[in-house]
């Protein structure tokens, strides 16, 4: 089998092996973006997925039996999730970065989902750029070079170059951890050496757990697993909110931890 392919067969049996099944809650706002969370962040948030989850981090994420439950919302989530055009103005570079790294497209929307509700010019506090909120230093590691009149987060703003560095990224993380998809993702979120320094295990950072959670959800919403009846779903414009930071500011950057996606 390709190394490509085994990539990609690997992520879908992570999905069904052990996933973290999280509830989603959220809300559209009047300009029609829709807001995630893992928990009800205030008033608007509502329950648009329900899971039954077991979630320890002393043991990584270990669910021994998936429950997901729609809840009447869910529907109107799936719904939005097609219509988009912020997704469709992007989706062919999905394709491709899917393609060529051998990456489930849904882990790719729901992972942009999480980190910068595709908008292409979204900048974290740490210096995060575009739709994958890439650092800098960790494309120039992917062969983005900034120029003399063009600096690599500039560069990263292009919605094709910034998908095609996190997504190799995100390729070299999942072969980090082998058969650990939700260390791969904490990685992605709070960087490579936190998760080392928690021993090879999801970091103690409400931020990071969460946004384990989130993104494992909806992947699962997007592409669930055979048993649960299949369904190719589109994502659109939506934006993860956390309760502390977004996308991949992790709680320890707010308390000056060292944990950051370019280590």
Do not use: C
């Amino acid at each position: 089998m390709k190394p490509a392919r085994m990539l990609s067969a690997l992520a879908a049996a992570l999905l069904l092996a052990a996933p973290a099944w999280a509830d989603v809650w959220g809300y559209v706002d009047d300009k029609g973006v829709a807001h995630f969370a893992a928990e009800k962040v205030d008033e608007r948030y509502e329950l648009f997925f329900r899971g039954g989850e077991s979630f320890d981090t002393t043991d990584g994420v270990q669910t021994p039996r998936a429950v997901a439950v729609p809840t009447r919302s869910s529907s109107k989530l799936l719904a939005y999730f097609d219509i988009s055009p912020s997704y469709k103005q992007v989706k062919h570079h999905l394709r491709e970065a899917s393609r060529e790294q051998g990456i489930d497209m849904e882990l790719l929307q729901a992972l942009i989902a999480t980190e910068s509700g595709f908008d292409p010019t979204a900048v974290s506090p740490k210096g995060a750029v575009g739709l994958m909120q890439v650092m800098p230093a960790t494309a120039e590691r992917y062969g983005v070079r900034a120029d003399t009149k063009t600096p690599v987060a500039t560069k990263l703003a292009d919605p094709r170059t910034n998908i095609r560095a996190g997504t190799h990224y995100l390729r070299d993380l999942i072969r980090r951890f082998p058969g650990r998809l939700e260390l791969a993702l904490a990685a992605y979120n709070a960087g490579e050496g936190a998760v080392q320094r928690a021993g090879n295990r999801i970091p103690n950072f409400p931020e990071t757990q969460n946004y384990v959670k989130t993104v494992m959800q909806l992947y699962a919403m997007l592409k669930p697993p055979a048993a649960l009846g299949g369904r190719n779903g589109v994502p659109g414009r939506i934006r993860m909110e956390l309760p502390v930071g977004r996308g991949n500011m992790p709680v320890a950057a707010a308390r000056g931890e060292p944990a950051t996606v370019s280590e």
